[in-house]
């Protein structure tokens, strides 16, 4: 439970930098980035994996990377789900927000996991 927490956080504090970043990726503040990163999780739990089996074919003749569009195509719901506080403009900008958001997860998950798993 406190991994998910920790996960859920991680990806609001990557939100609000892929914020930073971009003019096109619009967050309102903190709580809504914990809002959206919460139903992202939730998102990539339940329609994720039915995206991906239904687009398998193209996800392997693009070596995997039209899984960045799945990832896309998530923070796209999201920002439907949420509406005005939480803003992307056109489906290029998610996508670049996509891969921005995948590498800042990997970064922070690897920084601040491995660092509390190793403390204990």
Excluded at 50 to 67: A, D, E, H
Excluded at 72 to 82: G, N, S, V, Y
């Amino acid at each position: 439970m406190k991994s998910w927490i920790l996960s859920l956080l991680l990806n609001a504090v990557a939100l609000i930098v892929v914020d930073q970043l971009f003019t096109s990726f619009t967050i309102d503040g903190f709580g809504t980035a914990v809002l959206a990163s919460f139903i992202l999780s939730i998102l990539n739990v339940i329609v994720k994996p039915i995206l991906i089996v239904l687009t398998l074919p193209i996800t392997v003749l693009s070596l995997g990377l039209f899984l960045f569009v799945i990832n896309a195509i998530t923070l796209m719901i999201t920002q439907a789900l949420i509406g005005s506080s939480f803003v992307i403009e056109g489906f290029v900008s998610a996508i670049f927000a996509a891969v921005i958001l995948s590498i800042l997860n990997l970064l922070l998950n690897k920084l601040i996991k491995d660092t509390i798993l190793t403390s204990k």
